[in-house]
């Protein structure tokens, strides 16, 4: 079946013909079984008859070197050259995913003889194939001892035997993502007690597990010490805790769509000393309890609160005045209109590294925004978006005030030409503005503003109807279902927040009145054009994986 193997970045002249360098630059290629070669006879040189080949006077590190800048069809031509180029280009590829579906069971084992040096690997399946089985995945982990990154899609064929092998075979693991596998907590519990070195952990949707009460719980192992980074997705929190609670040198909390009780699980961590420097919580039962405890990360820099409709100003206010290192900050308010200028004015207050604010289905007045315009003066990245409040006095004050601004986002605004003209002479340092479903804006405007600023990006979409009820949604993580990175995706960058300012033409604020507008807003929980967009628009700013 279709494969797609690649080369890693960089190589030492220092290392072996074999070349078990896993530092080669990224190519990725699309093959066929058949394009592989794997049951072919192997080439016959090509200069037999011909005067000396001055080839082979090519180191092996400088030959696989000369394929790594070659394009896919001409390494593959260059495979056939010789049985020597055959050999180089096999083992010069650090970086292999397949399509796992039974039928690669056969040339699994011509696969890895070929490209023995695989040390990250993506195993896919589809929901309409039968994926490969515990058989498969023990033959790759002997073949592939030295995996350090292992990414598992659709494999409901493997079981927690299969894991368990996996677990003995591979202890070099670094980073380890799951995703609509059938394994169970034994399987996860194994690669766990064995893989010591394991830093990142994504796992979304163990469908196995159907009884939250009888589930076994789940613990770091042997990686309690090495565990940096978890993503969980659509799984249950009591069986995961022990996991989180365990890892004494957890970096980054990425919880999604999980269900339980968050706020307990949470109190547990702030208990004792921790180092979280990234937290994200999208559609959990999260109350500002749970706001609170987190608050006690002294290190957190970035926050994003996705949809989490029990979250209000008090918990907002808590993180602002107690993690003075935020640089990155993403709210989804969901419209409820419990985040608002009091929750604002304290990050303003307080968190003046913010480099990146995003606020989606909340209610700013100009007054909040105004002190994050003044306070917040290293701002660069700023999105806000379906906002019944922000209008042309509100994004004149931004144009005004700040300084710093490289990249802003304005969606379903009530905005007009008039503040977009704000910006042929503010923010000096802003390079590309995008401005989506704001009926009030023409295309006049834009024509107008690029040729007074001839260097700003300007996209402007005045074609679209907006909706009714429009979703602008600050998740990414369904882009991140892939887990492991080949390269990194960056996580999503959209968040919500905001104050209402006019209580009268503000949704309701009681219970009833957030049951009607969550009813409302399920109805548009995919990614939209906000966390696609925006995040090109930052377009890897940041050294960290964390761009917008």
């Not at 030959?63 to 593959?76: E, V, Y």
């Not at 380890?176 to 394994?183: P, Q």
């Not at 290192?325 to 993403?330: A, V």
Request: glycine share 8%; with cysteine.
């Amino acid at each position: 079946m279709g494969q797609v193997p690649s080369i890693d970045q960089g190589y030492s002249p220092d290392s072996s013909t074999h070349l078990r360098n896993p530092s080669l630059a990224p190519h990725h290629h699309r093959y066929t079984v058949n394009d592989l070669n794997l049951n072919s006879q192997e080439p016959e040189d090509i200069f037999l008859n011909q005067q000396q080949d001055y080839t082979s006077e090519i180191p092996d590190e400088c030959l696989a070197l000369i394929f790594q800048s070659l394009s896919s069809s001409d390494r593959k031509q260059c495979s056939l050259v010789c049985r020597r180029w055959l050999v180089v280009e096999g083992q010069s590829r650090h970086r292999l995913a397949l399509n796992a579906t039974d039928e690669v069971n056969s040339h699994l084992p011509a696969i890895f003889s070929r490209f023995d040096s695989v040390m990250k690997l993506a195993l896919r399946c589809d929901r309409k194939s039968v994926s490969i089985n515990d058989e498969a995945l023990t033959l790759i982990s002997r073949r592939c001892q030295n995996l350090t990154r292992l990414k598992l899609r659709g494999c409901r064929e493997i079981s927690d035997e299969g894991m368990c092998a996996l677990g003995k075979n591979c202890k070099s693991l670094r980073k380890f993502s799951c995703g609509s596998c059938l394994f169970g907590a034994n399987g996860m519990n194994a690669l766990l007690n064995n893989c010591s070195s394991l830093e990142e952990l994504s796992v979304k949707r163990l469908r196995s597990i159907n009884d939250v009460f009888a589930a076994e719980p789940i613990g770091p192992g042997a990686a309690a010490s090495s565990l940096k980074s978890i993503t969980l997705k659509e799984l249950y929190s009591g069986q995961f805790g022990p996991l989180i609670i365990g890892s004494k040198n957890l970096k980054t909390l990425k919880i999604i769509r999980c269900s339980g009780n968050w706020d307990r699980l949470l109190e547990t961590i702030a208990g004792r000393r921790n180092c979280l420097t990234e937290i994200h919580l999208e559609r959990l039962q999260v109350t500002d309890i749970g706001l609170m405890a987190i608050s006690k990360s002294p290190d957190l820099e970035i926050f994003h609160l996705v949809k989490v409709p029990d979250c209000s100003n008090e918990g907002i206010c808590a993180v602002a005045e107690n993690c003075k290192l935020l640089r990155k900050l993403h709210i989804d308010g969901w419209r409820t209109n419990r985040i608002g200028d009091e929750g604002l004015i304290a990050i303003a207050k307080n968190s003046v590294n913010l480099v990146e604010l995003v606020l989606i289905g909340v209610n700013p007045s100009s007054v909040s925004l105004m002190a994050i315009a003044t306070n917040c003066q290293k701002l660069e990245r700023l999105a806000l978006c379906g906002s019944d409040t922000i209008g042309d006095p509100e994004i004149s004050c931004i144009a005004a005030k700040c300084m710093a601004l490289k990249k802003l986002c304005i969606k379903g605004c009530r905005l007009t030409d008039s503040g977009i003209e704000s910006f042929a002479f503010g923010c000096p340092n802003l390079v590309k503005i995008k401005v989506k479903k704001c009926r009030g804006v023409t295309s006049e405007v834009a024509d107008w503003l690029r040729a007074r600023r001839v260097s700003l990006a300007v996209n402007l979409d005045v074609d679209e109807i907006e909706p009714e009820a429009m979703d602008v949604s600050a998740s990414d993580e369904g882009a991140q279902d892939d887990g492991v990175e080949y390269p990194s995706i960056v996580s999503g960058t959209v968040i919500g927040g905001g104050g209402n300012v006019n209580a009268a033409a503000a949704p309701s604020t009681s219970n009833g009145g957030r049951s009607s507008y969550k009813s409302r807003f399920s109805l548009f929980a995919g990614r939209t054009f906000v966390a696609c967009a925006f995040r090109r628009l930052s377009n890897g700013n940041d050294s960290s994986n964390d761009s917008l």
